[in-house]
Nanobody, 119 residues
């Protein structure tokens, strides 16, 4: 199973970005799909998570500014971030709990996409 993240970039404060992460491979079912981020010198932290049925939770830093969604037919999760701040600068990683076609269940990570917010 591979997760391919995209959509990062350089944006001015107050701007918006939409991150995407597509899963591929021997997938039977995907349970939770999540976005994490890691800023320089800091630990990786959860930004938002969404269940297969669409229920979502957000870190305080993302509440009111972020929207996580998924397209189960495309095995893809999205993160829309608005009103970006310089402190949102980080590498954003997608993560998914996947049941593969051999009935194994594992967590998989994407390669990360850099988001840089300039002041």
């Amino acid at each position: 199973v591979q997760l391919q993240a995209s959509g990062g970039g350089l944006v001015q404060a107050g701007g918006s970005l939409r991150l995407s992460c597509a899963a591929s491979g021997s997938i039977f079912r995907i349970d939770a799909m999540n976005w994490y981020r890691q800023a320089p010198g800091k630990q990786r932290e959860l930004v938002a998570a969404v269940t297969a049925s669409g229920s979502a939770i957000y870190a305080d830093s993302a509440k009111g500014r972020g929207t996580i969604s998924r397209d189960n037919a495309k095995n893809t999760v999205y993160l829309q971030m608005n009103t970006l701040k310089p402190e949102d600068t980080a590498v954003y990683y997608c993560n998914a709990r996947v049941m593969t076609t051999d009935w194994g269940i594992n967590d998989y990570w994407g390669q990360g996409t850099q988001v840089t917010v300039s002041s």
